[in-house]
């Protein structure tokens, strides 16, 4: 296979793709293993735009049918990567048999890789797929907090920028990463929910409406009336999140704590970060890559 090393060690490309070695063994696990129940739904992003928060407000929005009380409630026991696992960087990381009994129905899984390879296994399932896609300037400053945290030092924004413009990088390139999903489609094209990180920000309870809508558990009327949508974005807010117990406890997720993965969660933080240039470089490619395609940033 193709390969490239940085700062972390060697990536290879399969099916267009970059992966660490584990990762990768974990997608080819996938590939092979992999069978989807009707019921499954599967959140997936490319890192650093939204994951955390899609998974979060899933959880809540099924859970909210079992419960009304917030006390006590799941997202305090464990972090939303804990309750929603990666399909190629969790359950089938080691095995292509893993043990999912635990789950039970509607499955919620999680995933980075591109439509082209998350597909192949889903062939023929009415399984839902939620996108979560962000602006690409706003994800590599996310990127380059994140891996300064992660290596305890801060790294040049240059040793991601590059990479990130000639479409290398874990799970690069983000430009075909985004495309794949947008235009991907299963037997139905209804079966995939394209969401933004910048209209969940900009209006949180008609996207969590439109999520509820898609994942076959629509808020009542009641519920809509009684505030209850309100206090699910509430729950889920990177405030509420970032100050439980369970994210500031230590525990980690791939060596990386739990409270690595709050920071700031703004739109157009890059404006604090990306120089002229750079902003310029990527706007470039954006109108290169996305020109035909109907997508806007
Ligand atoms: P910033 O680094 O810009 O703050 P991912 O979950 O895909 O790893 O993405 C992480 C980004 O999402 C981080 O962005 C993080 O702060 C933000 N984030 C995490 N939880 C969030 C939440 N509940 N609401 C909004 N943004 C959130």
């Not at 009336?225 to 699910?232: A, C, F, I, N, P």
């Amino acid at each position: 296979l193709p390969s490239y090393k940085d700062s972390e060690g060697n990536l290879y490309n399969y099916k267009g793709c970059w992966y660490y070695p584990n990762t990768l063994q974990g997608v080819l696990n996938y590939e092979k293993g992999f069978k989807p129940q009707e019921t499954d739904i599967i959140l997936a992003s490319f890192p650093k735009s939204g994951t955390t928060w899609l998974k979060a407000l899933t959880i809540a929005l099924f859970e909210r049918l079992k419960t009304d009380t917030y006390s006590d409630h799941v997202l305090q026991s464990d972090n939303p990567h804990g309750l929603v696992p990666f399909l190629e960087m969790s359950l089938y990381l080691k095995s292509s048999t893993p043990d999912l009994s635990k789950f039970s129905s509607p499955r919620v899984f999680s995933t980075h890789m591109p439509f082209h390879t998350l597909q192949l296994p889903l062939k023929g399932s009415p399984c839902k797929v939620v996108y979560v896609c962000r602006n690409v300037k706003d994800v590599l400053v996310s990127l380059w907090y994140f891996r300064s945290a992660h290596l305890q030092k801060e790294v040049e924004m240059e040793s991601l920028f590059e990479p990130l413009c000639k479409g290398v990088g874990f799970f690069g390139p983000f430009w075909e990463h985004v495309l794949s999903y947008w235009r991907g489609s299963l037997e139905d094209p209804k079966q995939i929910l394209f969401m933004r990180y910048e209209e969940m920000k900009s209006e949180p309870t008609a996207q969590v409406k439109r999520l509820a809508e898609f994942l076959g558990c629509p808020f009542t009327e009641e519920e809509e009336e009684d505030g209850s949508v309100d206090k699910l974005v509430e729950l889920c807010s990177l405030r509420n999140l970032s100050g439980m117990e369970i994210n500031n406890s230590g525990k980690t997720f791939n060596n990386v704590p739990y409270s690595t993965f709050f920071r700031k969660g703004e739109v157009g933080d890059f404006k604090n970060h990306l120089t002229t240039e750079m902003e310029n470089k990527i706007d470039k490619i954006i109108q290169e890559k996305y020109n035909d395609s109907g997508l806007k940033f």
